[in-house]
């Protein structure tokens, strides 16, 4: 037995449960948070590779695992990535059956956070490109909904994510033979090339974001949420590595400039098209462009304290991205998706939480979404001050669009009924808006644990 196994192995038998109880999805959801959030415990917290008692036995669980060729290692520094994964999947799991996610949801998630834990194990971590893949079809699972006709936005990601993974399997071959720690000039302008073309697909950087938009409409939102958060850690994780692994990348001429100016480039036509969004969740899809523009442009800066912005960033998003899919996705299962004139009377609280969601993903104050938007602001204001003034304008349109939303779905209609909100959701939907407002007073109870993610890749964070 080995840790990497072990986790394989929970994972599956996590799921095995799930769909055993895929009839009853509060119970799975329950099942299946528990379960991921012991997980991303056990692995952050048990020592690999050392002899612990248990039950007077002296035990001992290497951190190794090599399958045909190929070796899968918990190091010290993955750790953090693997359980803030899970984490984020447990926090997104729980509240899950409120907004009516499909059945198979909780037996394919674990299996999804499986695949990407192997991305961050596997070596060499080229081969993770493989692993995203793996993920990327289990999302299509969970995205395609049984009876529908409509799986043109779940294509558009598997197509697209297929291509990333050739374009950086490509790259692991150039690089094995022209060598690992150092690149000629030529052969560092390729791989460069290509490894901006893969990222920005794994990433879903404007024009690869076609699937966004497109499966938001198609899907449950909350699913899509939860797919988003997921593939976009795992390429985050994945972008940080392969910076870490290369000194030559890291000192490519324009990288980070260019990194800069394509979240810059993201904010702006993000904004402008969420702006005139009619429909509530390719609002959202918008938005979550919008959070990604502003984590590339931490991430454009270069420092040690971009990079941790990004990681902020990235962690915010579950938060607000969570809150604000679970406001919506409950409207949306109860109200359906045409009456949102009167919704704030019918439904307060899941109109409330949706709201602080948008305003959080949008970095108004006092939200989770605005500390590492103010931080990132105070840095790059006296460098790039148009880059500054491009997010500024993102958060003050995006605050404008959400007041908008706001006024409507609080305007008189004819049917203003209130109706009644069972405790239980009403305990998630308040719990959403409180922790939203909680991490934008009080940063500190959380974000340093989420920049400590990828503290392990010693060369990005000295």
């Not at 020592?47 to 045909?68: A, M, N, R, T």
């Not at 950087?205 to 939860?226: A, G, M, T």
């Not at 970095?363 to 491009?390: C, D």
Request: with cysteine.
């Amino acid at each position: 037995m080995n840790a990497p196994f072990v986790l394989f192995l929970f994972s599956l038998i996590i799921a095995v449960v799930a769909f055993s109880l895929r009839a009853q999805v509060r119970w799975s959801s329950v099942w299946v948070s528990l379960g991921v959030g012991v997980l991303a415990g056990l692995v952050l917290l048990v020592g690999f590779d050392e002899p612990y008692g248990f039950l007077g036995l002296s035990l001992k669980l290497p951190s190794q695992w090599v399958v045909l060729g190929r070796s899968f290692g918990i190091g010290g520094e993955i750790r953090p990535m693997i359980s803030y994964l899970y984490l984020a999947a447990a926090f997104m799991i729980a509240p899950a059956w409120i907004v009516g996610v499909p059945r198979y949801f909780t037996a394919i998630a674990p299996l999804m956070l499986a695949a990407v834990a192997a991305s961050l194990m596997v070596k060499p971590f080229l081969f993770a490109a493989i692993f995203i893949g793996l993920a990327a079809m289990g999302a299509v699972l969970l995205l395609v909904v049984p009876g529908t006709s409509s799986t043109t936005g779940s294509m558009r990601l598997l197509i697209l994510y297929s291509l990333a993974m050739i374009t950086v399997l490509i790259t692991g071959w150039q690089l094995e033979i022209g060598g690992v720690t150092s690149a000629s000039q030529a052969l560092a302008v390729q791989v460069t090339a290509l490894l901006a073309f893969g990222f920005a697909i794994l990433l879903a950087v404007p024009p690869f974001h076609l699937w966004l938009p497109r499966v938001i409409q198609e899907s449950n939102v909350y699913v899509v949420s939860f797919v988003a958060i997921i593939l976009q850690a795992a390429g985050l994780f994945f972008l940080f590595r392969f910076l870490d692994t290369y000194p030559w990348l890291r000192e490519s001429e324009g990288l980070f400039s260019g990194i800069e100016w394509a979240g810059a480039v993201t904010v702006l036509l993000a904004t402008l098209w969420a702006a005139g969004q009619r429909d509530p969740r390719t609002l959202t899809a918008y938005c979550l462009l919008v959070d990604l523009g502003v984590m590339l442009i931490a991430i454009g800066t270069g420092s040690q304290l971009g990079l941790e912005l990004a990681l902020g960033i990235s962690g915010a998003r579950v938060i607000s991205l969570g809150a604000l899919s679970l406001g919506l996705g409950y409207l949306i299962r109860m109200e359906g998706e045409h009456s949102w004139r009167g919704m704030g009377f019918r439904r307060p609280v899941a109109s409330s939480t949706f709201l602080v969601g948008l305003l959080s993903m949008t970095g108004f104050p006092l939200t989770a979404g605005f500390p590492a938007r103010w931080s990132l602001l105070a840095s790059i204001k006296s460098v790039n001050p148009l880059i500054s003034w491009v997010v500024l304008l993102a958060m003050a349109i995006l605050t404008g669009v959400t007041l908008r939303w706001a006024a409507f779905l609080f305007s008189p209609s004819e049917d203003m009924e209130r109706r009644d909100t069972p405790l239980l959701v009403a305990v998630f939907l308040y719990g959403g808006i409180a922790i939203t407002v909680l991490l934008g007073v009080f940063p500190q109870t959380v974000f340093p644990w989420v920049v400590e993610t990828a503290a392990g890749l010693t060369r990005l964070f000295p």
